[in-house]
């Protein structure tokens, strides 16, 4: 089982004052006038920015689903069209998208909100969109322990389209499964046509 400190880093908080000198470095070796008056503040706004979009390392993404309720819904459960922000862990580039989640309560349901913050909370991380879907699926597990969980994602990278292979429009769809969706062809084919309508 994954340790607290496998998901939680404070590094960028920790970190403010350099991160903003390697930015103006970096900003320099780009050739850049460093003091002109349209760059002063921008390692300081990038730094923020990071602290946001990078606002996953501060969060135990399982206590964020810690808040539970006993239910006898033992039905299936989709929340859909959950938009997410990402950065590929190759190219420091931006990919986003939606993420459905589905899940088979075993006696313990999820607040709604919380899926969604699961989903901010292993996003907002240097990622690939892989690892995004099985993390989902692997804690929605691990803190539920539902009879079974399913979840896709769509995403469309920035690096495949602001550079290298330039496929804009392009869209990568990920997916995985849990317990009974893993064994129930039927399981998964309801999950897939629910997210259609
Ligand atoms: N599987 C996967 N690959 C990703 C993801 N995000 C970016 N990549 C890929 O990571 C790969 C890195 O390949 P490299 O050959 O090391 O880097 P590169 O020379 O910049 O590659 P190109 O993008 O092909 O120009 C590229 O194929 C990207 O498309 C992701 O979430 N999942
Ligand atoms: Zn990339």
New binding site residues.
């Given amino acids: 089982m994954a340790g607290k400190k496998d998901y939680v880093n404070s590094v960028v908080s920790g970190n403010r004052e350099q991160i903003e000198y390697h930015i103006k470095q970096i900003l320099g070796l780009l050739g850049e006038d460093v003091e002109r008056e349209g760059l002063l503040e921008t390692p300081a706004r990038v730094t923020r920015m990071y602290e946001e979009v990078f606002s996953g390392y501060e969060v135990d993404p399982r206590e964020v689903l810690g808040v539970t309720f006993d239910e006898q819904h033992e039905e299936l459960v989709i929340v859909k069209d959950i938009v997410y922000y990402s950065h590929?862990?190759?190219?420091m580039a931006p990919?986003f998208g939606k993420a459905h989640i589905g899940y088979i309560p075993s006696g313990k349901i999820a607040g709604l909100s919380k899926l969604a913050r699961l989903v901010d909370a292993i996003t907002q991380r240097l990622?690939?969109?892989?690892r995004v879907t099985s993390q989902i699926a692997d804690i929605m597990e691990e803190v539920l322990q539902p009879h079974g969980v399913m979840v896709v994602v769509e995403?469309e990278?920035m690096?495949?389209c602001a550079?290298?292979?330039k496929k804009t429009g392009s869209t990568?769809v990920t997916s995985a499964v849990r317990g009974e969706f893993r064994t129930s062809a039927a399981l998964r084919s309801e999950f897939l046509s629910l997210l259609k309508q």
């Fill in positions: 590929c862990e190759h190219h990919f990622q690939v969109q892989e995403g990278h690096c495949m550079r290298g292979i990568t």
